[in-house]
């Protein structure tokens, strides 16, 4: 490989020919010269790395040449040369970001009134023109609109939407698409050739990929793993250590660990990548893009080409996008998303990769999710299987909620559905809707509702903390086909009240519904003489000084003695 300047200025395009993409801007500029109508202003949109600043010297070398005007400018005369190289006295390259003054603006109008020196045309390129102050655009603004003749301006800008409304109106507006991966490699390749880069496969498409459409990053990346490998022949493994991206064989291993739902393996991998000494922010962003491949894999059902790197990668991606379902996909996306976003307030990045993970491979660990996956799982079963819905499980209570569960001698806790059930019957008791092809799904039975009470409070308490405190008190103690009747002690008046607001009684139906995946009208009553059947479910009886110190505690209130005169009474 030759010393000198960089890959990218080395083998910039120095003709339309060379150019990778941007068909619409090549034809339109192409016919422009032909045709000798090129306008005197052009603007010049895209993300950093597309070619802007390369374009703008073809053109201006296409109208200088000397065996021009022409499309296909030799390279090798005078002028082409110099504009190559940067050294050409009628090419004049200016960087709005260090000259965006108005005594800036002013040197230009009193140079641009000069006549071509060597050339045909005088062209100026303005990179990053949005950093163009307000008062250096209204002193540009008269020469860019009536130019002297022979002078063409190309401006250059990453962000249009700060350039000045009446400067744009008097250019030719050409956007430049951000390439594909396929394009960046395959100019990476025709480099790689020229400077005779020796690599194995897979490598170019990982530089392409990291580019992230940026041709000058990708040559950049090129030139420094040359240096790196010393020589020798660039492996994949040099492009993740150059670039400090996680390596894909840990990734893949972490989901792995969230396909077989073994939380304790996904922290190990955590710790695997975070020992690799790569930062945990840049694990989050790596695990964000694998997620993507495998959605796409999932929903193309293969490949595609710009994610392929190896065979035996590729077949490792296809067969973890299978073995993973999309909703987990989905779910995994969205967890790192909002992984991304805490990182940015200020949480730790490992922290979070651990939580992704833990989460992505035990949603049951989520406790305001669980009742929706229970209930999602249930009815995905039967629609997949198209039969009835035996032996599903009802939600389990959570953990040290305080909650009790059935007696050892009440029926199992699953919905069987009854044998000879029609297909053609309501899958559902109430005013759920009908699936086609699911067998209707059985009456609620009472161990049921009494197992799943717990997860209806903790689904409640994601939205009204307040009203899940009221509900824990609460005991189901009838089930019927439109009716479910909850029992509150016969000294919590105020808090039967409560529950049967309509906002309340309306929340409390549909957290019933999310989890049991059926609708029931609540009933809510006071009865005297309860302990023995709060006993049979676990649920201790309250005395009335108990009940006074978890009314104060879950309200903050504030309790008087019979003693204490009342405030409003003194008043």
Not at 283 to 300: G, I, M, N, Y
Not at 353 to 367: C, I, R
Not at 407 to 418: K, L, W
């Amino acid at each position: 490989m030759s010393t000198g300047p960089s890959l990218y200025r080395r083998h910039r395009p120095r003709s339309f020919a060379d150019v990778v993409g941007q068909e619409h801007v090549v034809r339109t500029l192409r016919n422009a010269v032909e045709q000798g109508r090129v306008h005197h202003a052009h603007l010049f949109v895209g993300s950093r790395g597309t070619g802007k600043t390369s374009m703008a010297k073809i053109l201006a070398a296409c109208l200088n040449c000397l065996q021009g005007p022409t499309v296909t400018p030799c390279g090798s005369c005078e002028s082409c040369v110099a504009i190559a190289e940067a050294t050409s006295l009628d090419v004049i390259e200016m960087d709005a970001a260090s000259n965006n003054s108005v005594d800036d603006i002013r040197d230009l109008r009193e140079k641009v009134a000069y006549a071509p020196i060597s050339g045909r045309h005088k062209v100026y390129i303005l990179d990053e023109a949005h950093m163009l102050s307000q008062q250096a655009w209204n002193a540009f603004l008269k020469t860019l609109e009536e130019p002297p003749p022979r002078t063409i301006f190309v401006l250059a800008t990453t962000e249009p939407q700060k350039v000045l409304a009446t400067v744009v109106d008097r250019c030719h507006r050409f956007d430049f698409a951000r390439p594909s991966a396929e394009q960046v490699a395959t100019v990476l390749a025709r480099v790689a050739e020229k400077e005779r880069i020796e690599f194995d496969g897979g490598v170019l498409a990982l530089i392409a990929r990291h580019a992230m459409g940026s041709f000058r990053d990708a040559l950049g990346t090129l030139e420094q793993l040359v240096t790196y490998a010393g020589g020798r022949r660039i492996e994949p493994a040099d492009v993740l250590a150059v670039l400090g991206v996680a390596d894909a064989e840990q990734l893949f291993g972490a989901v792995d660990a969230i396909v077989a739902r073994d939380p304790a393996q996904t922290l190990r991998a955590a710790a695997g990548l975070a020992e690799s000494g790569r930062d945990p922010g840049q694990l989050l962003r790596d695990l964000e893009v694998h997620a993507r491949e495998l959605l796409a894999v999932q929903v193309l059902d293969e490949v595609p080409l710009e994610l392929r790197v190896t065979p035996e990668r590729d077949r490792l991606l296809h067969e973890q996008a299978h073995a993973l379902s999309r909703t987990d996909v989905v779910r995994l996306l969205d967890l790192v998303s909002g992984a991304l976003q805490a990182t940015t307030a200020g949480a730790q990045a490992r922290i979070q990769l651990e939580l992704v993970l833990v989460k992505a491979a035990a949603p049951e660990l989520d406790p305001s999710t669980t009742a929706l996956l229970a209930r999602i799982e249930r009815l995905e079963t039967g629609l997949r299987t198209g039969a009835s819905l035996r032996s599903v499980p009802a939600p389990a209570p959570q953990a040290g909620a305080g909650h009790a569960s059935a007696p050892p001698d009440d029926p199992p806790r699953e919905a069987v559905a009854p044998e000879g059930a029609s297909h053609e019957a309501s899958p559902f008791v109430g005013d759920a809707p009908a699936i086609e092809g699911v067998e209707p799904v059985p009456a609620l039975e009472l161990a049921t509702v009494l197992a799943s009470w717990p997860a209806v409070v903790e689904v409640v308490r994601a939205s009204n903390a307040m009203l899940a405190a009221l509900l824990s008190d609460a005991r189901p103690v009838a089930v019927g086909e439109r009716e479910l009747t909850l029992v509150f002690p016969a000294a919590a008046a105020f808090l039967k009240r409560k529950a049967e607001q309509d906002d309340h009684r309306r929340a409390a139906a549909d957290a019933f519904r999310t989890v049991t995946g059926q609708s029931r009208l609540l009933r809510f009553e006071l009865r005297e003489g309860d302990d023995h059947e709060g006993q049979a479910i676990g649920v201790p009886a309250l005395s009335g000084e108990e009940l006074v110190r978890r009314f104060v505690e879950e309200f903050d209130a504030e309790e008087l003695s019979e003693d204490e005169p009342n405030e409003r009474e003194v008043k």
